[in-house]
């Protein structure tokens, strides 16, 4: 089993649409959460940080933490073409005084007008 | 204009040749780190770097090589010991690592797609 499992999609979805992207994850010892949105041939650029279970909102997106089902989502409110792209959920481990980001597979996103 | 630059964003390798992917911050950050990224597949670790003069293997080492002689630079050696080199490869940097917190994320490059002819 993956330490962190998303589904690859594709996801498509008209313009205007709330999207719900979604990760769950294995290891109860998990702290930290990220969203990272990766546009084609670029690098992942950051969404979303959160730390404690619950919701955190920025603009149109909102991360939500639920650490008792080991489950994270990110919702797209008023979705725009602008959006389509692949979204990575990732989480982190501390191990051996390093702190190690394991990533999910990424869910490709696809917004038309 | 800080940020992570990676050079080239194309690269080409022959059979049997090491090539030498570039990477440059300039956000002062302490760590630095690099990923392979193939389809379908998450960010993968190949080598980090907490600090100059130190690096740790990843967790997937192998027909790679690195260098850390300076805070602002973290260049990959794809050597010819790694015989699937084809892939998208990130590097990224973090103000430290080991902490809690907002210190350790990770911001990237552009990145540098590998290919073999």
């Known amino acids: 089993q993956k330490e962190v499992e998303q589904d690859p999609g594709p996801l498509s979805v008209p313009e205007g649409a709330i999207v719900s992207l979604n990760c769950t994850y294995s290891?109860?010892?998990?702290?930290?959460f990220m969203w990272y949105r990766q546009y084609s041939r670029k690098g992942p650029e950051l969404l979303m940080y959160?730390?404690?279970?619950g919701n955190k909102e920025d603009g149109r997106f909102t991360a939500q933490v639920d650490k008792s089902s080991k489950y994270i989502s990110l919702f797209i409110r008023d979705s725009q073409p602008s959006d389509s792209a692949t979204y990575l959920c990732?989480?982190?481990?501390?191990?051996?005084?390093?702190?190690?980001?394991?990533f999910g597979a990424g869910t490709r996103l696809a917004v038309h007008p | 204009d800080g940020g992570i630059t990676q050079s080239p964003k194309y690269l080409f390798r022959k059979e049997g040749q090491n090539v030498t992917l570039s990477c440059e911050q300039n956000?002062?950050?302490?760590?630095m780190y690099w990923y392979r990224q193939d389809p379908g597949q998450g960010l993968r670790l190949i080598y980090y770097?907490?600090?100059?003069?130190?690096?740790q293997k990843g967790d997937i080492a192998e027909g790679y090589s690195v260098s850390r002689e300076k805070k602002e630079s973290f260049p990959l050696t794809v050597t010819s010991a790694q015989k699937n080199p084809t892939a998208f490869y990130l590097c990224?940097?973090?103000?430290?690592?080991?902490?809690?917190?907002?210190?350790?994320?990770?911001?990237f490059g552009a990145g540098t797609r590998l290919s073999v002819l």
């Open positions: 290891n109860s010892a998990f702290q930290y």
């Open positions: 990732a989480t982190n481990l501390l191990s051996g005084g390093y702190n190690k980001l394991i």
């Open positions: 959160t730390y404690s279970s």
């Open positions: 990224a940097s973090s103000i430290g690592t080991g902490l809690a917190g907002r210190r350790n994320i990770q911001y």
């Open positions: 770097s907490q600090i100059v003069n130190d690096f």
């Open positions: 956000l002062n950050h302490d760590a």
